[in-house]
């Protein structure tokens, strides 16, 4: 249920700001469920605007992507929606709406979700850490008066001034020293990239965007994580007492949160990284890239950038019409609804080959819906391990090539999860039949 809520924001037993949450609380309940087996939730929403849930990462059945005006009708206020969540793969999901996503989001309307493994994996403990940035005013409340300002739609997109951790402004997470750790690390902000530091934790990488990969060790142990990604770590915490902050280093450092390990240490036989890798997913790995329909997508707008002019609703329309609209961005000269014609159309299990411009002043966080695409160069250059994702970051200039099997069926959205720039004009959607 989508309802509005209470949460300690800004300190600890601080002032309650008010929230929108599933069930109330942000985050919402931790959605556990087995690999190959179908959740049955039945939505119900209490707000006083429409919305949806989507499953983000899921390679689900497109009639419960939850896109509102593309793969489902908005869920009225007072209304319900059933959603069938069959899950092929196992790994670090989440969700949230698909539907004024830019301010639900912003109010703390999202949750995880977990598909375990069908053998479980070997860790002592399996924890989730959901990382999000709020902008709150001088109550310490959210400041709602800044939703939807276009300054920051046609710049980075919202940033915070107050960062949490599992909806807490300092978790304090109490561990074993010695424990072995299977940590689910997410970005749920609207449009910061987060490097956390995990300090003396020599985390090794287990699985990306929900997709295991070869294990290897988090260098510098920084973590870089854009909006919408996941990442599953694992740890060995060490064998004495001590306290372990995870910071956050992309500007001046602050702590974000701590692993305060305490008690009877537990003995290690196998340190890492030995068997570590986590079961392959059934996922189309078998690229055609020969065959391939290529596709490009450009990326325009934004301050300080070269666009001058994009087609809107069929027309073609100058800087400042667009912005008078809300609209600073383009995929392909188009600043995107789910009202314009597709961005392609392929049959069903054909290897589709995308190269992402980014030529803008701006990092963009790429997500594509029901697929998972290989990430193949950075500006011409091979990708040197092998990663599957929904959710790539590119930066400002960059050149990022992808490519994934087109084997689910339906129309899917394509588009930028710094979800102002999406909101903005930077989306489309692709149609598999």
């Given at each position: 249920?989508?309802?509005?809520?209470?949460?300690?924001?800004?300190?600890?037993?601080?002032?309650?700001?008010?929230?929108?949450?599933?069930?109330?609380?942000?985050?919402?309940?931790?959605?556990?469920?087995?690999?190959?087996?179908?959740?049955?939730?039945?939505?119900?929403?209490?707000?006083?605007?429409?919305?949806?849930?989507?499953?983000?990462?899921?390679?689900?059945?497109?009639?419960?992507?939850?896109?509102?005006?593309?793969?489902?009708?908005?869920?009225?206020?007072?209304?319900?929606?059933?959603?069938?969540?069959?899950?092929?793969?196992?790994?670090?999901?989440?969700?949230?709406?698909?539907?004024?996503?830019?301010?639900?989001?912003?109010?703390?309307?999202?949750?995880?979700?977990?598909?375990?493994?069908?053998?479980?994996?070997?860790?002592?403990?399996?924890?989730?850490?959901?990382?999000?940035?709020?902008?709150?005013?001088?109550?310490?409340?959210?400041?709602?008066?800044?939703?939807?300002?276009?300054?920051?739609?046609?710049?980075?997109?919202?940033?915070?001034?107050?960062?949490?951790?599992?909806?807490?402004?300092?978790?304090?997470?109490?561990?074993?020293?010695?424990?072995?750790?299977?940590?689910?690390?997410?970005?749920?902000?609207?449009?910061?990239?987060?490097?956390?530091?995990?300090?003396?934790?020599?985390?090794?990488?287990?699985?990306?965007?929900?997709?295991?990969?070869?294990?290897?060790?988090?260098?510098?142990?920084?973590?870089?994580?854009?909006?919408?990604?996941?990442?599953?770590?694992?740890?060995?915490?060490?064998?004495?007492?001590?306290?372990?902050?995870?910071?956050?280093?992309?500007?001046?450092?602050?702590?974000?949160?701590?692993?305060?390990?305490?008690?009877?240490?537990?003995?290690?036989?196998?340190?890492?990284?030995?068997?570590?890798?986590?079961?392959?997913?059934?996922?189309?790995?078998?690229?055609?890239?020969?065959?391939?329909?290529?596709?490009?997508?450009?990326?325009?707008?934004g301050a300080m950038g070269r666009m001058g002019a994009a087609m809107l609703h069929g027309e073609r329309k100058g800087m400042?019409?667009?912005?008078?609209?809300?609209?600073?961005?383009?995929?392909?000269?188009?600043?995107?609804?789910?009202?314009?014609?597709?961005?392609?159309?392929?049959?069903?299990?054909?290897?589709?080959?995308?190269?992402?411009?980014?030529?803008?002043?701006?990092?963009?966080?790429?997500?594509?819906?029901?697929?998972?695409?290989?990430?193949?160069?950075?500006?011409?250059?091979?990708?040197?391990?092998?990663?599957?994702?929904?959710?790539?970051?590119?930066?400002?200039?960059?050149?990022?090539?992808?490519?994934?099997?087109?084997?689910?069926?339906?129309?899917?959205?394509?588009?930028?999860?710094?979800?102002?720039?999406?909101?903005?004009?930077?989306?489309?959607?692709?149609?598999?039949?």
């Amino acid at each position: 249920m989508a309802k509005p809520g209470k949460a300690s924001l800004w300190e600890e037993g601080g002032p309650l700001a008010d929230i929108w949450g599933y069930d109330g609380g942000v985050p919402g309940p931790v959605l556990r469920m087995r690999q190959g087996e179908t959740l049955r939730v039945n939505f119900r929403n209490e707000l006083d605007q429409p919305s949806t849930i989507h499953w983000h990462g899921i390679r689900i059945d497109n009639a419960y992507d939850g896109v509102a005006g593309l793969t489902q009708e908005s869920v009225e206020p007072g209304e319900t929606f059933e959603y069938l969540v069959k899950a092929p793969d196992a790994g670090t999901f989440w969700y949230h709406p698909h539907n004024r996503s830019w301010e639900q989001m912003a109010r703390g309307l999202y949750g995880v979700l977990i598909v375990e493994e069908s053998e479980p994996v070997a860790v002592d403990r399996d924890l989730v850490m959901v990382f999000d940035d709020w902008r709150l005013d001088e109550a310490r409340q959210i400041d709602v008066a800044s939703l939807g300002m276009l300054h920051d739609w046609a710049h980075a997109g919202r940033l915070g001034n107050v960062l949490t951790v599992n909806g807490q402004p300092y978790l304090k997470q109490t561990v074993t020293p010695g424990e072995r750790l299977r940590l689910r690390v997410l970005n749920t902000a609207n449009a910061r990239v987060l490097q956390l530091r995990f300090a003396g934790l020599a985390p090794v990488v287990l699985a990306l965007d929900g997709q295991p990969v070869e294990p290897y060790p988090l260098a510098d142990e920084i973590l870089e994580i854009a909006p919408a990604q996941r990442c599953d770590l694992m740890i060995d915490m060490p064998g004495e007492a001590g306290v372990f902050k995870v910071e956050e280093v992309s500007r001046d450092p602050f702590a974000a949160c701590e692993l305060r390990a305490e008690g009877e240490p537990i003995a290690r036989t196998a340190p890492l990284p030995e068997t570590l890798r986590l079961p392959e997913n059934p996922l189309a790995s078998a690229l055609d890239l020969e065959g391939a329909l290529s596709v490009d997508l450009l990326m325009e707008g934004g301050a300080m950038g070269r666009m001058g002019a994009a087609m809107l609703h069929g027309e073609r329309k100058g800087m400042r019409d667009l912005m008078e609209a809300g609209k600073v961005w383009s995929f392909n000269g188009i600043a995107g609804s789910h009202h314009d014609p597709a961005l392609f159309s392929t049959a069903l299990g054909r290897t589709v080959r995308m190269p992402i411009v980014n030529d803008t002043r701006w990092p963009h966080a790429i997500h594509l819906h029901g697929h998972h695409f290989k990430v193949l160069s950075r500006n011409g250059a091979p990708v040197a391990r092998e990663e599957w994702r929904d959710t790539v970051l590119t930066a400002p200039g960059e050149r990022v090539e992808i490519a994934f099997v087109a084997d689910n069926p339906g129309k899917w959205m394509l588009h930028c999860h710094m979800l102002e720039h999406q909101a903005a004009g930077m989306m489309s959607w692709f149609e598999v039949s």
